[in-house]
């Protein structure tokens, strides 16, 4: 399975931007696709997730009301549309997969994820 997400760039305080993260492979499923994020110097941290079959989605505390998840079954597809961006968003974006079953609480862990992006670079100037 692979990963390829895009969308990143340089944008000012207060812009929005579009990441996309589209899966492609053979026999593959999807519970879950989610978006990691991972500043200089700090841990890759949980942003959001979308389930596939509800579309539930789930947000971090920083991003919530700012950062919309959404998915495209037809296309294997999920967005995630960032609005109000902060310097603080600044980091490297990635995508990841989930394909098996678990928890709800666990879709905010690193390692519930089976496949990953290669990340894309958002850079937030003040």
């Known amino acids: 399975v692979q990963l390829q997400a895009s969308g990143g760039g340089l944008v000012q305080a207060g812009d929005s931007l579009r990441l996309s993260c589209a899966a492609s492979?053979?026999?593959?499923?999807?519970?879950?696709m989610g978006w990691f994020r991972q500043a200089p110097g700090k841990e890759r941290e949980f942003v959001s997730t979308?389930?596939?079959?509800?579309?539930?989605?789930y947000y971090a505390d920083s991003v919530r009301g700012r950062f919309t998840i959404s998915r495209d079954k037809s296309k294997n597809t999920a967005y995630l549309q960032m609005n109000s961006l902060k310097p603080e968003d600044t980091a490297v974006y990635y995508c990841?997969?989930?394909?098996?079953?678990?928890?709800?609480?666990?879709?905010?862990?690193?390692?519930?994820?089976?496949?990953w992006g290669q990340g894309t670079q958002v850079t937030v100037s003040s």
């Open positions: 990841a997969l989930r394909s098996g079953y678990g928890s709800t609480w666990s879709l905010f862990r690193v390692a519930e994820y089976d496949y």
């Open positions: 492979g053979r026999a593959f499923s999807i519970t879950a």
């Open positions: 979308i389930t596939w079959s509800s579309s539930d989605a």
